[in-house]
């Protein structure tokens, strides 16, 4: 110790406190005694622990521990009671991120909705009315037909001036514009918006059943939200199916590709941390140093939007050296069996050379017989073509049971390699639309010139084999050629040498171990125009090294969130199928395009975009009238479907042969084909846990300004569109948004932790509860409750305004349907289809009851799910016995779904993953049809309840619901089902494909994985480029490290812990480029809108690109732009919608509709922005 | 061998952490969201390279934390001697300011909501809780988050300063990794010995240092004597708090709140032994580089019967001793030395041990980089690594990068050799060798790294012998109010201390259930101590 005076002081100078010390008294010990320290335990107490989890589009399904004393929620922790995943492997505990950590503050928090609002204006009117004698639906009418009126309220939208009302009149008002929308224009003008069931199954069906119930549409998310990778219907014939986190451990080669697991899947991050201790080589290509950067092994610095040249380049390299150079048994027999490599292909002559043009199929080989036509044809060793199992003629015929299967009875050829040979056009993409020239083995077919699929490929892969015509790379390093990994150096920036590299790396790792190596896939590549291009190269790399449907293999593709695993129980609640069928469910992408206008922004030609070897089917065509052409074709729903109220059809005499005359005779119009006369309108529209104005919605702008009619940043605004074109924009929401912002109505909702529901995810295996750990506050109510309020007003209002009617509602065909079979050889029809229509009875006065009640088609029709049927009739009367029955009304004698927790135990018996039974039963048709037995699947004795869920995450069970295996001793993977027990996919060929031979694939020049840029903005919208004090940046919108899924961003505590409101991150030379320093407010402008926000300067970021993370609303600290003098807008004021016409395809095998699995994605990557510095006084008002 | 002492000790593996921060905010929801610590954060997790929290915490020379050597070799307080301290204990201590943390902030969210009919949508525009005005937000808790430090910041760097031109902040030389810290419980901690009131305490039961409530005075000492910046002073009771490693928790058995919910699971928590008579020799030896050294001389092993016996004389109970002998911690510390030491040249001897961090080798992204998983290229790899060497040796070994590489070499041999058992090939014993380790330690390195489970990487004793603290409150004492020189820049001159039972429950839910949001918050910096300003305290509500 240092002097003898200090000591003495030490020794004497614990100036207040003798104590054991330390014998040298530097350090004080103390035992017991600790009364002091009672705060800290005192605050540590608690009254009870209650199991919950937050529940909109976020695929944590984390389940928390909510903490409460007193009846206050204090704070919340992890659960760490996960099932065990195994004993050689990291286990789930504990699950949670820091966005679900801070969620209880919004409980209390002064941004929490307490009452209902509705805009001040609308109000006084409303109540003007209702004194002047009017009722509700007529008042309501009244208002809404008024231009000055309408206008009144409309303009002030999202201008606050909210006036708290009472639940009675709120939902009064609520009833009457249902009423009177119903009435006037019909229920198809009437839609719902709430994403992502899987987060919180009850709280979205109950909704979307009230929705359905009358008639209303629902509209998708999951292709709006550009979460949908549409390779994935197109490649695997599924929605999105994909293996747990915990399979990440079971990879031995890990790409990240696009996938910032670190922060977007924060709880499961830990299994890809720890499989690198089990020797998992970890890759990341991402175009900034990302937080996952941190564990690569390499980090592949990419251009954005590039990617697919660098997986294209990889698949050169498999190709040739583990397909031609040598071959592999494994690779080969897995292709063979698994993909659609072995199948012909037929030649068409185009300009003296030939185009790959249509799969063969066994009519072509002159069977008439029935599913000829979906029949695809492969080589058998002898030369001779063979029909196999399998393919879709298979599936629904009644010669096809039984050999719905992946039974192949020959070897097939997977070349044909070694006789004739033709020249083939194939389009190319990377250097503006033109066409290499390469050959193809050939023989002839009958009158068909045919090839195989995996012939197509060497040679789009540009992968030579002696004796070929054509043009062909010399080598590896040639960079003319595409696809060398010379080629897309300059492309991607990845050097050639390491594109070889790894890609190698992948093969080998696959080979060595059968199949484990994995892509996890993220919306840095999923979210581009062409995404599903980008997708369908990288699948292409797991196809080829056999690792789909293995475990540690395949895509793990996490964006957004599809699974609900208890699937069959929540679509019959959601869509009021035990009442009612078909619900109205329409694809949310050109819903908006069209309704909000933004279709009159693009000024490009449709044909722009397509390839110079199509029919040029496009040309001069714009994309609304593919869109159009879309809906006539019978290929995708569209709400509304007519310019005339379907009750109005529904008063004929026959409703579908009068309203097949009116069309046929052209009195009536498909309303997509003028969505600006006011008849054809969008009129009420709800949105529930979701903040669709502040988050979601591409072109936010158009939406304001054309939907709302409120105010908006466009810079220049059609003067000819229509503006605010809904009646009613409603609002639940615990918090205040830009969508409760803009609302007419808000509904105070309870959050998450004062409610029961059910959760689920694709992370993990488990199913479990929301519990309330308090009732819901002030005047707050579930949403459950709130709909049950909105549809018991509604009732009384429609029982006399409305009564019982008969609403005409169009059939789309639908995939896992045999209405999949509608268009055979994917032509596009030469004119108008008149659609298949159903007539729907709607007893307008027993909607509440009938929400309230499960209704008897759950038995008399079964619960369809994925082509196969549960049926439920034990389940039905189980439910009665205990959810008890209805005593009274139309629903007298059915199972009542009177609560969440009913509704919940509806869900979990009405579900295969949940319920055995019925899981076996659609494995035994299942069984019937491949003439496989799949009994080994599922175990009639397993069944999960409510309060199984309630007590802990329970582990779900094998289902035909979903495409992979569940079992205690293996880890989620999908497409095992398929592997192992020979089940096809739900494909055309019956297997997962490389090749789609649609007219309009062909059109886009997308028939084989192609690598296509990101769209060049500019140039499509005509503009220069040059901009004054500015620079010109390709503008994204990452998933926030501060605000995704089940956090938002105006969260206190995430914004003490980030930059405290919006911002923009750029790099250290695009920031000196305008002088901007870290922190200067800078604002970012194009011809959609302004962003202002502060700028993050990081030499993380690579020059030109900057990042404005996902979801950064306008409600937190943001000021009034210097372009407009209006606020600024949220990340999405910049973006706007662009169609792909592909991902409207129907009819047509996996290319049919289905909710939520194949539509337009709302994709947003291609944008580019100016961005400059701004005056840095910033003024809020 | 004399005197064996018991502690429960972290370490925290940064070659799994992803910056999650989940451990923060827990720890903030459970323990300081309350007013009076709006800015504290007992958990904070750092990007490096970053400036910290506070800023510049580790610039020494100007905070002047923890202990040195005086010119005799003894160790003494680098805030100066006791002497000198006790004389000035009225000035101002040497310590940060609130901009130096962050001056907290809210915003108007009740305009959402409430904004009368106006020209533009309305919006929430932040207000400091400090002087509940208009602020523009400058600083938060987490800055430089992510950045990777960033031109304006990272130069600023105290560990960048260091080692100058080591660190090249450009995008193809990028790197980050995250820090979290806690309070380090030290085992020679220089708060305590800078405590004038003796309000701070190392628990001799378990080690954890305390800040005692009643007999804290607000002196601050221990603020600047705290070399981490882990005593936080409550600007509204005038009293010093810290992170208490979740006591309340840890002696029933349960982990701390940071460690539970921690889903990197990258913290472990076990019982380490030492020898607390040889604490100040080993703090003192001279060469800071020895340090790392000299602690894990400290440390004894508790299979040694030797050692048991000494700790069964110091009353140390069996099934301490049993969870000792079970102690990740001690494993990773002592067994496979992976772990190390945070800024062990603060000579406090911190009980918060690191693994420190693998990253992507540096020139893969121009060349064709090595292979990190290829045996041969395994070890020349590791100086090449993106994250410098040098950085983690100024953050753990006082500079010597021989104990950083060598754990980072044990981490890479690890991998390789699982990497053959994954792809099916022989073991090759030669890779572990290489590092110093046999088949059996990596087999048990890697259990514990990968696999651990809860009760594997949470090993704590429950059976305290351990007195519950009574819940009645003592009232403050005199020497506190209204002390000459209490001006600083938490708002110390707002007059009497407000006794902590103030936070209870009640006003809490007072004031998250009144109808009304209010602007009126106490403003405690410039009140001049009479009356009672509204806002101060809750108002009574007939319900």
Same mark, same amino acid.
């Given at each position: 110790m240092a002097s003898d005076a200090e000591n003495l002081l030490l020794k004497t100078g614990r100036f207040f406190r003798r104590v054991p010390a330390n014998d040298d008294p530097r350090t004080l010990y103390l035992v017991g005694g600790r009364e002091g320290d009672s705060f800290y335990r005192d605050r540590w107490s608690h009254?009870?622990?209650?199991?919950? /989890?937050? $529940?909109?589009?976020?695929?944590?399904?984390?389940?928390?521990?909510?903490?409460?004393k007193d009846g206050i929620i204090t704070w919340e922790t992890q659960q760490t009671d996960? &099932?065990?995943?195994? &004993?050689?492997?990291?286990? =789930?505990?504990? #699950?949670?991120?820091?966005?679900?950590?801070?969620?209880?503050?919004?409980?209390?928090?002064?941004?929490?909705?307490?009452?209902? =609002?509705?805009?001040?204006?609308?109000?006084?009117?409303?109540?003007?009315? #209702?004194?002047?004698?009017?009722?509700?639906?007529?008042?309501?009418?009244?208002?809404? /037909?008024?231009?000055? #009126?309408?206008?009144? =309220?409309?303009?002030?939208?999202?201008?606050?001036?909210?006036?708290?009302?009472?639940?009675?009149?709120? /939902?009064?008002?609520?009833?009457?514009a249902?009423?009177?929308?119903?009435?006037?224009?019909?229920?198809?003008?009437?839609?719902?918006?709430?994403?992502?069931?899987?987060?919180?199954?009850?709280?979205?069906?109950? %909704?979307?059943?009230?929705?359905?119930?009358?008639?209303?549409?629902?509209?998708?998310?999951?292709?709006?939200?550009?979460?949908?990778?549409?390779?994935?219907?197109? !490649?695997?014939?599924?929605?999105?199916?994909?293996?747990?986190?915990?399979?990440?451990?079971?990879?031995?080669?890990?790409?990240?590709w696009g996938a910032n697991v670190p922060v977007t899947r924060t709880p499961d991050a830990h299994y890809m941390a720890e499989a690198r201790y089990r020797g998992q080589k970890v890759v990341v290509v991402s175009p900034d140093y990302s937080d996952a950067a941190k564990f690569a092994d390499e980090w592949l610095a990419i251009r954005p939007g590039t990617d697919g040249a660098l997986a294209m380049a990889m698949g050169h390299v498999l190709l040739k050296e583990f397909f031609v150079d040598r071959q592999v048994p494994y690779f080969t027999d897995y292709v063979k069996r698994f993909t659609d490599l072995p199948f012909l292909v037929r030649l068409r002559e185009r300009d003296g050379v030939h185009v790959p043009d249509k799969f063969l199929t066994a009519a072509d080989l002159g069977d008439t017989g029935e599913g000829a036509e979906w029949?695809?044809?492969?080589?058998?060793?002898?030369?001779?073509? !063979?029909?196999?199992?399998?393919?879709?003629?298979?599936?629904? @015929?009644?010669?096809?049971?039984?050999?719905?299967?992946?039974?192949?009875?020959?070897?097939?050829?997977?070349?044909?390699?070694? %006789?004739?040979?033709?020249?083939?056009?194939?389009?190319?993409?990377?250097d503006g639309a033109g066409a290499v020239r390469r050959g193809v083995p050939v023989r002839q077919v009958g009158e068909h010139l045919v090839t195989t699929v995996f012939d197509l490929m060497l040679a789009q892969y540009g992968v030579a084999r002696d004796g070929l015509p054509g043009t062909w790379p010399s080598g590896y390093d040639d960079p003319a050629e595409p696809y060398t990994p010379a080629w897309q150096e300059p492309i991607t920036s990845v050097p050639a040498g390491r594109a070889v590299r790894i890609a190698r790396e992948m093969a080998e790792t696959?080979?060595? @171990?059968?199949?484990?190596?994995?892509?996890?896939? %993220?919306? %840095?590549?999923?979210?581009?125009?062409?995404?599903? /291009?980008?997708?369908?190269?990288?699948?292409?790399?797991?196809?080829?090294?056999?690792?789909?449907?293995?475990?540690?293999?395949?895509?793990?593709?996490?964006?957004?969130?599809?699974?609900?695993?208890?699937?069959?129980?929540?679509?019959?609640?959601? $869509?009021?199928?035990d009442w009612s069928r078909p619900p109205r469910q329409t694809p949310g992408t050109p819903y908006w395009y069209l309704h909000t206008d933004q279709w009159r922004y693009d000024r490009f030609d449709a044909g722009e975009l397509c390839s110079p070897l199509g029919p040029g089917a496009f040309n001069g065509l714009h994309t609304a009238d593919l869109v159009a052409r879309a809906v006539r074709s019978g290929w995708m729903p569209m709400a509304p479907a007519f310019d005339r109220n379907p009750l109005e059809l529904g008063e004929a005499e026959d409703p579908v042969e009068f309203t097949r005359r009116e069309l046929r005779e052209g009195r009536l119009r498909f309303a997509a084909e003028a969505p600006d006369d006011p008849r054809n309108w969008p009129r009420v529209l709800t949105v529930w846990r979701s903040n669709l104005l502040g988050s979601s919605a591409k072109g936010n702008e158009y939406f304001l300004h054309h939907l709302l009619g409120a105010g908006s940043n466009l810079p220049q605004p059609d003067p000819d569109a229509p503006r605010g074109k809904l009646d009613l924009l409603l609002s639940l929401d615990f918090r205040m948004t830009s969508t409760t912002l803009f609302s007419d109505i808000v509904l105070p909702a309870a959050t998450w932790y004062e409610k029961h529901d059910l959760s689920s995810t694709d992370m993990h295996p488990f199913v479990h509860a929301f519990n309330p750990a308090i009732d819901p506050p002030w005047e707050t109510r579930t949403d459950f409750d709130a709909f049950h309020a909105i549809a018991a007003r509604f009732s009384e209002l429609a029982a006399e305004h409305l009564g019982v009617c008969r609403d005409v509602v169009v059939v789309t065909p639908q995939h896992d349907t045999p209405g999949e079979t509608a268009q055979p050889g994917g032509r596009e029809p030469d004119g108008p289809v008149v659609p298949d229509l159903a007539v729907v009875e709607r007893d307008y006065g027993a909607v509440a009851g009938k929400m309230a009640t499960l209704g008897p088609l759950a038995e008399k029709l079964g619960l369809p799910v994925k082509g196969v049927v549960f049926r439920p009739d034990a389940e039905v009367e189980w439910l009665g016995h205990s959810n008890g029955l209805a005593h009274n009304g139309s629903t007298r004698g059915r199972p009542l779904l009177d609560t969440e927790a009913k509704a919940c135990e509806a869900v979990l018996a009405l579900s295969g993953v949940s319920n055995g039974r019925l899981a076996l039963q659609g494995f035994a048709q299942l069984a019937e049809r491949t003439g496989t037995d799949l009994s080994e699947l599922a175990h009639g004795g397993h069944r999960i309840v409510f309060s199984d869920t309630q007590a802990r995450p329970v582990h779900v069970a094998s289902s035909p619901e979903w495409s992979g295996k569940e079992a205690h001793d293996r880890r989620y993977s999908p497409f095992t089902i398929n592997v192992e027990n020979g089940k096809p996919w739900h494909t055309l060929t019956g297997r997962m494909h490389f090749f789609l031979d649609h007219d309009w694939m062909h059109e886009y020049g997308e028939a084989l994985p192609v690598y296509r840029p990101p769209l060049d903005i500019a140039a499509l919208f005509g503009e220069d480029g040059q901009v004054q004090g500015g620079i010109v940046v390709r503008y994204l919108t990452p998933h926030s490290k501060w605000s995704i899924h089940s956090e938002y961003q105006d969260n206190l505590i995430m914004l003490s812990l980030s930059r405290g409101g919006p911002t923009v991150w750029m790099s250290v030379e695009d920031a000196s480029a305008i002088g901007v320093a870290d922190n200067d407010w800078v604002e970012a402008v194009n011809r959609n809108g302004v962003v202002v926000a502060r700028a993050i300067v990081s030499h993380r970021m690579p020059a030109g690109t900057v990042y404005v993370y996902h979801a950064q609303d306008r409600v937190v600290d943001v000021p009034l732009s210097e372009r407009t003098g209006r606020r600024g807008g949220i990340h999405n004021s910049l973006t706007r919608v662009l169609i792909k016409p592909t991902h409207m395809i129907g009819a047509y095998g996996q290319l049919s509709f289905a909710f939520n699995y194949l539509g337009p994605t709302g994709n947003q990557r291609d944008e580019i922005t100016v961005i400059r510095r701004r005056s840095q006084e910033v003024r809020y008002q | 061998m004399t005197r064996v002492m018991a502690q429960i000790a972290m370490v925290m593996n940064l070659d799994k952490c992803i910056g999650c921060h989940t451990c923060s905010v827990t720890c903030k929801q459970a323990w300081t969201n309350r007013s009076g610590v709006e800015y504290v954060w007992f958990n904070n997790v750092e990007t490096r390279p970053g400036l910290g929290y506070p800023r510049r915490y580790q610039d020494q020379e100007k905070w002047k934390g923890g202990w040195e050597l005086d010119r005799k070799g003894r160790l003494t307080l680098k805030s100066g001697g006791r002497l000198r301290r006790l004389l000035s204990i009225f000035a101002n201590p040497i310590m940060p300011s609130i901009q130096d943390y962050y001056e907290p902030w809210t915003y108007d969210y009740e305009n959402l909501t409430s904004a009368p009919l106006s020209a533009d949508t309305p919006v929430a525009p932040p207000r400091s809780l400090?002087?509940? +005005?208009?602020?523009?937000?400058?600083?938060?808790?987490?800055?430089?988050?992510?950045?990777?430090?960033?031109?304006?910041?990272?130069?600023?760097?105290?560990?960048? *300063?260091?080692?100058?031109d080591r660190v090249r902040l450009d995008f193809e030389n990028a790197f980050m990794f995250y820090l979290p810290r806690i309070c380090e419980h030290c085992i020679n901690p220089a708060c305590v010995a800078a405590c004038p009131s003796g309000a701070m305490y190392k628990r001799s039961e378990d080690g954890i240092v305390l800040v005692d409530q009643d007999r804290c005075r607000g002196w601050r000492m221990c603020v600047t004597g705290c070399p981490y910046k882990k005593v936080y002073f409550n600007h509204k009771t005038g009293?010093?708090?810290?992170?208490?490693?979740?006591?309340?928790?840890? +002696?029933?058995?349960?982990?701390?709140?940071?460690? *539970?919910?921690?889903?990197?699971?990258?913290r472990y928590l076990g019982v380490i032994l030492y020898d607390a008579d040889r604490v100040t020799e080993a703090a003192s030896v001279p060469d800071d580089r020895d340090l790392y050294e000299a602690q894990l001389s400290l440390f004894l092993d508790p299979r040694d019967p030797e050692v048991a016996e000494a700790a069964a004389r110091s009353g140390i109970p069996d099934d301490w001793m049993a969870a000792a002998r079970r102690s990740p911690v001690h494993d990773l510390?002592?067994?496979?030395?992976?772990?190390?030491?945070?800024?062990? *040249?603060?000579?406090?001897?911190?009980?918060?041990?690191?693994?420190?961090?693998?990253?992507?080798?540096?020139?893969?992204?121009?060349?064709?980089?090595?292979?990190?998983?290829?045996?041969?290229?395994?070890?020349?790899?590791? +100086?090449?690594?993106?994250?410098?060497?040098?950085?983690?040796?100024?953050?753990?070994?006082?500079?010597?990068?021989a104990p950083v590489t060598a754990s980072l070499r044990r981490l890479a041999a690890m991998r390789a050799h699982m990497r053959r058992i994954n792809l099916g090939e022989e073991p090759d014993p030669s890779i572990g060798a290489r590092a110093g380790l046999t088949g059996d330690d990596i087999d048990g390195m890697y259990r514990l790294l990968a696999l651990a489970r809860y009760d594997e990487r949470y090993v704590i004793p429950t059976a305290y012998a351990a007195q519950p603290g009574s819940v009645e409150e003592i009232g403050c004492s005199l020497d506190y109010d209204g002390g000459p020189g209490m001006t600083g820049p938490f708002g110390e001159a707002s007059g009497q201390p407000v006794p902590v039972a103030i936070e209870t429950f009640h006003s809490l839910k007072q004031r998250q259930t009144s109808e009304d949001v209010t602007h009126e918050r106490v403003n405690l910096l410039n009140w001049d101590g009479k009356g009672v300003p509204k806002g101060m305290f809750p108002e009574k509500e007939d319900r």
């Open positions: 009254d009870k622990v209650v199991r919950s /989890t937050h $529940g909109v589009n976020c695929t944590g399904s984390c389940s928390w521990k909510v903490y409460v996960y &099932p065990s995943v195994g &004993p050689d492997r990291p286990e =789930y505990e504990p #699950r949670g991120c820091p966005r679900g950590a801070a969620f209880s503050w919004y409980t209390y928090s002064p941004t929490r909705v307490r009452y209902p =609002y509705a805009r001040g204006v609308l109000v006084e009117m409303y109540r003007q009315a #209702r004194r002047g004698g009017l009722d509700p639906v007529a008042a309501w009418a009244e208002i809404t /037909t008024d231009p000055e #009126r309408r206008r009144r =309220y409309q303009s002030a939208r999202g201008k606050g001036g909210l006036v708290r009302i009472g639940w009675p009149e709120a /939902t009064e008002m609520i009833a009457a249902h009423v009177h929308t119903i009435k006037t224009y019909g229920p198809d003008r009437v839609a719902g918006f709430s994403p992502i069931p899987a987060m919180s199954i009850v709280s979205h069906a109950v %909704g979307s059943r009230f929705v359905s119930l009358i008639g209303g549409t629902m509209l998708s998310f999951y292709d709006w939200y550009a979460d949908l990778p549409v390779a994935s219907p197109q !490649v695997f014939g599924d929605q999105t199916d994909v293996p747990e986190s915990a399979d990440w451990w079971d990879a031995a080669y890990l790409v990240l029949k695809t044809v492969l080589m058998g060793p002898d030369g001779e073509p !063979v029909v196999p199992n399998g393919s879709l003629g298979f599936r629904w @015929t009644d010669s096809g049971k039984g050999r719905w299967n992946l039974r192949l009875d020959v070897d097939p050829l997977l070349t044909l390699y070694g %006789g004739r040979s033709a020249t083939v056009d194939l389009p190319r993409f990377d696959a080979a060595k @171990t059968e199949g484990r190596f994995m892509i996890v896939l %993220g919306a %840095g590549t999923t979210q581009w125009f062409h995404g599903d /291009t980008i997708y369908r190269a990288f699948l292409s790399l797991l196809l080829l090294t056999g690792c789909q449907g293995v475990n540690g293999g395949g895509w793990a593709h996490y964006v957004g969130q599809e699974k609900c695993r208890p699937l069959a129980g929540w679509a019959q609640l959601a $869509g009021g199928l | 400090i002087s509940n +005005e208009p602020m523009a937000v400058r600083w938060s808790a987490n800055w430089d988050d992510d950045l990777g430090g960033g031109p304006a910041l990272a130069s600023r760097d105290p560990v960048v *300063e260091r080692i100058g009293k010093a708090e810290k992170c208490t490693f979740c006591y309340p928790r840890v +002696e029933v058995g349960l982990p701390t709140v940071c460690s *539970e919910t921690c889903v990197g699971r990258l510390i002592m067994k496979y030395r992976i772990a190390l030491p945070l800024h062990p *040249e603060y000579r406090t001897m911190p009980m918060v041990w690191y693994v420190p961090p693998l990253s992507p080798v540096v020139d893969a992204l121009a060349g064709s980089g090595h292979d990190g998983e290829d045996a041969g290229n395994l070890f020349g790899a590791i +100086e090449t690594l993106r994250i410098p060497v040098e950085y983690l040796a100024e953050l753990f070994t006082a500079g010597d990068p």
